[in-house]
């Protein structure tokens, strides 16, 4: 079932999926040192790369999820089962 709010951009589920394997890689590959080990590195590319596949969401559909993404990514305590259900919540059935 799609708890998205009334109105809201449904996805494709391959869009989504692509999202959420684009976020496991960049998360896997994060370290706190990433940026000194690799000068010029910021973490907003990798949360740019994976949200492209999320194009469809409206500007403040994008802002959330950047701001989620940016915490999947970076913050060990980011609780990731909710974010990945929630992610899904975004797809068509």
Known sequence: MNTQPKGA???????????LARVAVAAFTYYPEKGIEEPG????????????PLRLLDAQGREEWRRRFTAAIADEATDRRTFIADLMALADE
């Open 9 to 19: 951009a449904v996805l494709d589920r391959s869009d989504v999926e692509a999202a």
């Open 41 to 52: 590195y910021v973490v907003d590319e990798d949360v740019e790369w994976a949200m492209e």
